[in-house]
């Protein structure tokens, strides 16, 4: 992991967040927000635990970027071993089990990316399983030691993200279908909810009482899921087994799947319903029959919660490889055990193919990072001639730009969203309200980065009816302009 970011671990907009309140946090001021036009209140957006985690490591020397690429490389070890000690669970007794686990974690690309930016998923999954392994020991043993730490541990990946509901209504499902008599049924989902839950509702009445917000901007409403979302899920899927250049060919970025693509997709399927059959005649020991029905009711649940998080809360959520790592993390541990199960059988194969075509793509993307660097930790954003132009800006300059992400943490200085280009005037609204709060020159700073393409910001003519615009400076990877109130 450490040899994947030599240029610093990865930032985008959650992980630029994610630095900037840590900073705060050490500075005295809080979870506050780093950038943009709510600079300086307090974070809702985001749960807790993985800046306060950063700001923890941050108290011993290391600034928070530097501490979440240390971080996410230590959890990238952990998680290798959380899979394999699932899979050591599932299959007691099969001594291939952990490390076919372990080595299609550690060469898995969607791995290497997820551990390679500063998000909380990391965190997140070794908190994950941990909370599942403990719920399944509870339900095979009656510990309730187990139950309460699966609880506890349950809590603290609610308060790393969000989706943590998905893992405790999976723990719920599972105590509901596993439990004997009502009472005791009643009992343990009690347990269970109070203390998965508590931690989170403090959070959220910290929320309202500092923000009047309980979780960020999101507000509950109808979202349909599109197409393309439905299609990246699947890409997602595919990308798991298949290189990326044939999985662009079996599903395109408009989301259009291909024949080739529907008779995977009917393939896998058909493999994935013969294998649940399967598994389910496979007479196991207490736990490792618990522990596979933990792991496949947390499979099913999860990307289930995501949609209809993108449903109700959250449309611009992205069914990729980040956002469904979880399940990812957990169906390694499953088929690994599976395979070496039964040998013989074409489980036992795929998992030997997948796992040679894995180490060839891992080994390439990783040179290729150690080499570029990631996101805006590389080189092209670390060398930019429009970044160095806007580190040079006095600080009294208020900036727009299209990757205020990125001058924050590249520039260190805050800057203002500019947004779609059909709100035009929500920008002009906006550069009044700065201009009035903080007197000062107004510049845009556009980057032609391909990557932010998907931004769409509203371009410098469509100001012209408000503001007087000039072109201040063109570089090879950007552009300056600035701002003069017309009226």
């Known amino acids: 992991m450490l040899y994947t970011t030599p240029w610093g671990t990865g930032t985008g907009f959650d992980q630029g967040t994610y ?13 506050a927000i780093p950038w943009g036009i709510t600079a300086g209140q307090q974070v809702t957006h985001f749960p807790p635990l993985f800046p306060v985690a950063l700001a923890a490591i941050g108290t ?25 000690l699932l899979a050591a669970r599932l299959a007691p007794g099969a001594r291939l089990a952990p490390p076919l686990a372990g080595g299609l974690l550690l060469v898995s690309v969607q791995m290497e990316f997820v551990h390679g930016s500063a998000w909380s998923e990391p965190l997140f999954l070794s908190l994950l399983s941990a909370s599942l392994w403990l719920l399944a020991r509870h339900l095979a043993g009656g510990s309730q ?18 989706a943590g509901l998905a893992l405790v209504l999976s723990g719920l499902a599972v105590l509901a279908w596993q439990s004997h008599g009502w009472r005791q049924r009643l009992g343990r989902m ?19 009482l500092v923000a009047d917000s309980l979780v960020g901007d999101r507000q509950i409403g109808w979202q349909d899921v599109s197409r393309a979302q439905l299609m990246q899920g699947l890409s997602t899927v595919f990308d798991w087994v298949l290189p990326s250049s044939l999985v662009a060919r079996l599903v395109s970025p408009e989301g259009v799947i291909s024949r080739p693509g529907l008779a995977l997709l009917g393939l896998l399927v058909v493999g994935l319903v013969w294998w649940a ?11 490792s029959a618990v522990l596979r029905t933990v792991l496949l009711h947390f499979s099913v649940i ?38 070496v199960r039964s040998p013989r059988v074409p489980v036992a194969a795929v998992i030997v193919a997948l796992l040679l075509v894995s180490s060839a793509r891992f080994a390439l993307v990783v040179q290729r990072a150690h080499t570029d660097g990631i996101m805006y930790s590389n080189v092209l954003w670390l060398t930019s001639p429009t970044m160095r132009d ?6 009294t300059t208020n900036v727009f730009s299209n990757a205020p992400d990125a001058i924050y943490i590249l520039a260190r200085r805050n800057a203002y969203q500019i947004p779609d280009a059909a709100q035009a005037g929500q920008l002009v609204t906006t550069i009044h309200d700065v201009v009035r709060r903080q007197p000062g020159p107004v510049l845009l700073a556009y980057f032609d980065d391909p990557n932010i393409a998907y931004r769409n910001p509203v371009p410098p003519s469509a100001l012209e009816t ?22």
């Open 190 to 208: 009690a347990v269970y909810a109070g203390l998965s839950l508590a931690p989170l509702a403090l959070w959220v009445a910290r929320n309202a």
């Open 390 to 395: 806007v580190q040079r800006l006095p600080g």
């Open 302 to 339: 999860y990307p289930l919660c995501v949609v209809l998080s993108i449903t109700a809360f959250d449309h611009l959520t992205q069914l990729d490889s980040r956002i469904l790592s979880p399940v990812y993390l957990c169906l390694v541990a499953l088929l690994s055990a599976s395979a």
């Open 145 to 162: 030691r187990a139950l309460v730490g699966s609880a506890g541990l349950g809590a603290l990946a609610l308060l790393t993200r969000y």
């Open 277 to 287: 059959r399967r598994e389910g005649r496979l007479a196991l020991p207490a736990e």
């Open 19 to 31: 630095i900037g309140a840590a900073r705060n946090l050490l500075a005295g001021r809080g979870l």
């Open 466 to 487: 408000a503001f007087s615009v000039r072109l201040l400076v063109r570089t090879t990877d950007g552009s300056l302009y600035e701002v003069v109130d017309g009226q």
């Open 60 to 84: 011993l020397g290391p600034d928070p970027w530097e501490a979440a690429r240390y971080l996410n490389a230590v959890l990238r070890a952990t998680n290798v071993l959380a899979g394999a």
